[in-house]
């Protein structure tokens, strides 16, 4: 197909641009990553305790020993 007016591509195209300009500057990745220090582990909540278990795990079948 061919457009009947050459101009109407250029002038659609100056419409754009007013309308909404131009494109936004990029981010740097500095600039969306952000670091946080990681606090040390509390080794008395994350230590294993096999009675902690028991009170988690609840089930009849296994309390019956089936």
């Known amino acids: 197909m061919s457009d009947p007016d050459p101009g109407t591509h250029e002038q659609a195209a100056e419409i754009r641009k007013a309308r909404f300009g131009a494109l936004p500057e990029r981010v740097p990745f500095e600039d969306m990553v952000e670091e946080k220090a990681v ?28």
């Open 39 to 66: 606090p040390p582990a509390y080794q008395a909540v994350d230590a294993h305790d096999p009675d902690a278990l028991a009170v988690r795990f609840s089930c009849l079948a296994a309390d019956l020993g089936l």
